[in-house]
């Protein structure tokens, strides 16, 4: 009998690293290759999870620094746990905070052991390192929780990348001691920026660890596409055949074609979210800006060959019409779309690898899509 947790591949192109597989967790599964949409601080925003549910998503993500600031984990613990907090039945990632550390650079102080932030809320000082980062993640009960890491910005100078690669190193193996559930998937994150001898070694050095999963992080702070895929195409090769590979805060639907055709099974992005608040549809043919004036009186909807809620009954002029008055339901209904267009991009991805057409179709569509989302 198949254990609760693990990872199963089933399927694997047979002209590019492409796979298609199946993570197990306590509460369920995920088709991968799969897009997690991001939760920060505990819901996705403008969805209700029973919509996320409808339009395919299977994991979702939160994230521990921001619940040790607000509520608090002990009010989580409380309530029921994170899943009864979040109203999601199924399998949650928290990150560790280790984002914040490159994305509060200018709130923190980073040493050896660890991490001092003053709150981006109110200025109080916090303190993360390896051990409360994981015990935070541990009380949270996500299924998928990860390591402390030090990401950092683009471009970086060499001693201070060297320097960030050999602290990830370093706190994973303190993640790895202070985790203490086995109900937890725990994954290593690979550091480096785009220096390849760098991404070697702290992969290197994480497989050493033997965690049930890893991470490529890091990436999308400014690279650029060239060197994201660049670098995602070296890395993932270097992790565990057999187990999960999850590429963190990437990106659009150019970056998740490529790395799936570089081995990667899990995605997650601010984009589709952010984007659809912003007006900014995504669609196979290209990005929609419904704000512009050419959509003041258009009767289509964003996409017409898509089935969700927002295409199926509004047009682009309503739209249009809600983001300029500032209605809220504006930004829900691209945002809905938008979540929608990714889990159909991945969903149209696991098929086309199960049919053995998925290289074809990457080498066809990765240009166009570079082309519409790159330019």
Known sequence: MA?????????????????????????????TPSFMPVG??????????????QLGAETILANAYHFMIRPGVEIVEKVGGLHRFM????????????????????LNRIDADGVEFASHIDGKSLYLNPEIATHLQNRLAADIIMCFDQCTHFPCAPAELE???????????????????????????VQGGIDLTLRSRCAEALVDLDFPGYAIGGLSVGEGHHHMVTTVQHTA????????????????PADLIASVQAGVDMFDCVLPTRNGRNAFAFRSEGPLRLRNSEHADSREPIDSACECYCCRHFTRAALRHFFNDKEMLGPI???????TFFQRLMAQMRALIEADAFSSWAQ??????????HA
């Open 333 to 339: 209904l691209v945002t809905l779309h938008n979540l």
């Open 3 to 31: 254990s609760v947790i693990g990872f199963d591949i089933i399927h694997r192109d047979p002209h590019s690293q492409a796979r298609r597989g199946i993570l197990r967790t306590p509460h369920g599964t995920a088709q």
């Open 87 to 106: 109203a999601w039945d199924g399998p949650i990632l928290t990150d560790s905070g280790g984002y914040q550390v490159f994305s509060l650079s200018k």
């Open 163 to 189: 320097s960030a690669v050999d602290r990830t190193i370093r706190w994973a193996g303190e993640c790895k001691s202070a985790h203490g559930r086995p109900d937890q998937m725990l994954f290593g994150i």
């Open 40 to 53: 920060t601080a505990g819901a996705v925003k403008g969805i209700m999870p029973e919509q996320l549910r």
């Open 364 to 373: 066809r569509e990765l240009p166009r899509y570079r082309a519409l989302y």
């Open 237 to 252: 090769p270097l992790l565990p055949a057999d187990k999960p590979r999850y590429l963190m805060g990437v990106g659009t």
